[in-house]
């Protein structure tokens, strides 16, 4: 499935899907951009007007119209009320790839983001500096828009290493086979929430390939560098295929759309829409303790599994959940968003980060790592500690796994 297209095949496209848009306005009161900045063109129904404009002609992708489109969240809040059913995900890929990526995007921070290898060794030495330390001093120096100086405040803090139990390979010759992609970022940053699935997964008796960790491409598709994307697809393809399971997951709901994309006759998944389908077989040991569960937009609006996360976190006896009202509908991390609007971002994490100190919590989960690093680099920011982990890194340590 070729991700590139001609450009007037992409200007029908466009103004095609531009054209289901019935200018109702519902979007407005659940769009994060229009409620930031009370603006037309900061809403879904002035971003597909000017998506319209540019695919037919009446408007050049001038600076001004390529930052509304950039500042665009992908939440696809929009999406999931709209009555007249557009396709927006589609619309602002496809008008991405028509202008092309901005000039301004941050190429070097990303391309170090792509590639786990580089990402693990950063990680390594920077955590053999102590620069988690004195990250705060050292991002001061920097322009309170930098991309750097936001990535560096999303640095990780040392923590203690997650310990996540592992369970035994299903011997069952039908145990369904499954495969799990571990991405970039979430390889390196999220391995625990990775082993964790393989333990769950497993004790509820599937088996389990984990695939090579590279990026699916999802910073490059929605940064409207079609000719990465497109290769990094086919490279999901061939590991993929090459795996021979058919039902794909991931434990970042950010990258399942990309997946989809990717592999468009294949089932891309959430590990806990599985998990929740086969609870009976999970038991898992006493937790007292209050945590409050965000609900990254991809979790609600890409994976829809939101439901099967509460349902199993349920299933652990005294603990508390509380999830995280919405609105605010998003934290501001969206992918690279954080980095390439550092300061939009942080005001649009602000209230989530209030609505989390109203409940009091002991804990954050949140099963985006993007999330969880963009709302902790505003917890450290106003000195609030809360630890955070992946849902599924909870579950697999309070699993009780039988011989």
Not at 173 to 178: E, F, G, K, N, R
Not at 227 to 234: M, N, Q
Not at 335 to 341: A, C, I, V
């Amino acid at each position: 499935m070729a991700l590139e297209k001609p450009p007037h095949t992409l200007k029908q496209n466009i103004a095609a899907l531009a054209d289901q848009c019935v200018q109702c306005g519902l979007c407005l009161p659940v769009c994060p951009t229009y409620a930031l900045d009370g603006n037309e063109a900061e809403s879904p129904r002035g971003r597909i007007a000017i998506a319209a404009a540019l695919a037919r002609g009446d408007a050049e992708p001038t600076t001004a119209l390529r930052t509304h489109l950039d500042h665009c969240l992908g939440c696809l809040n929009c999406q999931r009320v709209c009555p007249a059913n557009v396709k927006y995900d589609e619309l602002l890929v496809e008008t991405r790839a028509l202008i092309g990526p901005s000039p301004t995007r941050p190429r070097q921070l990303l391309s170090l983001l792509r590639q786990p290898t580089l990402l693990r060794m950063a990680a390594s030495l920077g955590g053999a500096a102590g620069l988690a330390r004195w990250k705060q001093r050292l991002a001061a120096r920097l322009p309170a828009d930098s991309t750097w100086r936001a990535a560096l405040q999303s640095l990780p803090e040392p923590s203690p290493i997650e310990h996540v139990p592992s369970a035994p390979e299903p011997q069952a010759a039908d145990a369904p086979h499954l495969a799990l992609f571990p991405g970039c970022v979430a390889s390196v940053e999220d391995a625990a929430a990775e082993a964790a699935a393989l333990t769950l997964l497993r004790a509820a008796g599937y088996r389990v390939t984990r695939l090579p960790a590279f990026c699916c491409g999802a910073m490059d598709l929605h940064g409207g560098d079609m000719v990465t994307a497109e290769r990094l697809a086919e490279r999901v393809r061939e590991s993929w295929l090459a795996c021979g399971a058919p039902p794909m997951l991931s434990v970042t709901p950010g990258c399942l759309g990309t997946l989809r994309r990717a592999l468009p006759d294949t089932a891309v998944m959430d590990p806990l829409t599985l998990l929740a389908e086969r609870a009976d077989r999970l038991s898992f040991r006493p937790l007292a303790r209050r945590v409050a569960l965000h609900l990254p937009c991809t979790q609600l609006n890409v994976a829809r599994s939101e439901s099967a996360l509460i349902s199993l976190l349920r299933k652990v006896p005294a603990l508390d959940v509380a999830t995280v009202p919405r609105p605010p509908h998003c934290c501001g991390a969206a992918g690279t968003h954080m980095l390439e609007f550092p300061e939009r971002a942080a005001r649009l994490r602000e209230g989530v980060l209030g609505q989390i100190a109203i409940l009091a919590p002991q804990q954050v989960l949140s099963s985006n790592i993007g999330c969880r690093l963009h709302l902790a680099a505003g917890m450290d920011e106003h000195g609030r500690h809360w630890p955070h982990q992946h849902p599924l890194t909870l579950l697999a340590q309070q699993l009780e796994i039988t011989p």
